[in-house]
């Protein structure tokens, strides 16, 4: 399906950095919960993220990752997701999308 440059326009993509992970027991999938930090103008955003099988809390700290972040909040379990972490999909492995150089936190992607 073919989307109009406006459409694109309108999925607000950020730079982020994973400042603290928490192990989520409570999902339904094995999950983390994760705090990005976007910066001044956004904040502090959190994300549920089925990023287990190749990652570890640990590694993940200090990270930076590509976000949506103008998606409405999403309950998942006692858990509110504020954004979409970007990760590319095979099966129940998430390669996390992230730039190839230190970036500044909030920065859109275009």
């Known amino acids: ?15 982020g950095t994973i400042m603290e992970v928490k192990d989520f027991p409570e999902a339904r999938n094995p999950s983390y919960q994760l705090f990005i930090d976007f910066g001044n103008e956004i904040g502090t955003k959190k994300s549920s993220a089925q990023i287990t099988t190749l990652y570890t809390k640990e590694e993940l700290i200090g990270k930076q990752v590509v976000a949506v972040v103008n998606f409405p909040k999403k ?3 006692p858990f509110m997701s ?3 972490v970007l990760g590319a999909v095979e ?4 390669t996390l999308l992230q730039p190839n150089k230190s970036t500044q936190n909030g920065l859109r992607i275009s």
């Open 1 to 15: 399906m073919e989307i109009s440059w406006s459409d694109f326009e309108k999925v607000d993509m950020r730079v």
């Open 75 to 77: 309950q998942i379990g």
């Open 82 to 84: 504020e954004c979409l």
């Open 91 to 94: 099966g129940k492995d998430v």
